[in-house]
């Protein structure tokens, strides 16, 4: 691992607060945070928050409330329907403001549902995707740096198909060199759904997405993670991203995006 997307700051009262590094910066603008990292680090909250529980994340749902600052910001997550079988857990994060109060700017909603053995009843909807050649990546994403330098981006030959393939990894720690789980190495990769996926080119239209939504079947493992995407453009200037996800040993997922399109 090269570092680290957030630094851990002393908390105050309830409320965990984390300094976020260069590698959560945007490419759409540098003074904001990439989405990725703010879902990583609330899931990381929510795992935490569930721990001993029995129960594991079925649902993780991101929505973007305002632009994510590159500055200190503060954290917390919390039960919002318990149950031993169907749980809701809900974490956010806050930034402040030149003034008024603290304003949240995202939050994730997370279903946990209770473990049991179904291994005999098991099944994926699609086979295993094989990493091939890496393709060049898109020019636009080449030099962004930020957050694009501490993941690895592999585009994938997909020719003739139907959707565009990449494989990615992580290459940094969420928080400090805290441990880190396969499902928050997901996170932080995930919401590049968008950009796997994209059918506009990104010098004529700003194409963000507002929401990242993904459900999972089994559980992730490992670093390495393929999202299989397409966008869909309406008339009006919204679209949507849907992503088949996957890990080293198959199919896990899927993931959906809301997407505000305009002209640059």
Known sequence: MIGCYYRRLPAEGDLQTFSPTDYTRSNWDPELQHGSPPLALLTKLIEEKAAGSGLRIGRLSLDILGGVP??????RAWVERPGSRVCM????????????????VARVTAWLLAVTD???????????LVEGRTAPLPGYFADAGGYFDAITWRPQYTEGESAAVSWFSPLAHIVDTEPTTALQRLAVVVDCANGVGAVL?????VFMNTDTVVHLHRLPAGNDFALRARASIGPDGVGTTTAEVYDRAGFVGTSAQTILVQRS
């Not at 080119?201 to 239209?205: A, H, K, L, M, Y």
């Open 70 to 75: 590159v500055a200190p910001l503060r954290a």
């Open 89 to 104: 857990i809900v974490a956010e994060m806050s930034a402040a403001r030149d003034s008024g109060p603290a304003r949240v």
């Open 118 to 128: 179904t291994a005999d009843v098991a099944s994926d909807r699609y086979p295993p």
């Open 201 to 205: 080119d990104p010098n004529r239209f």
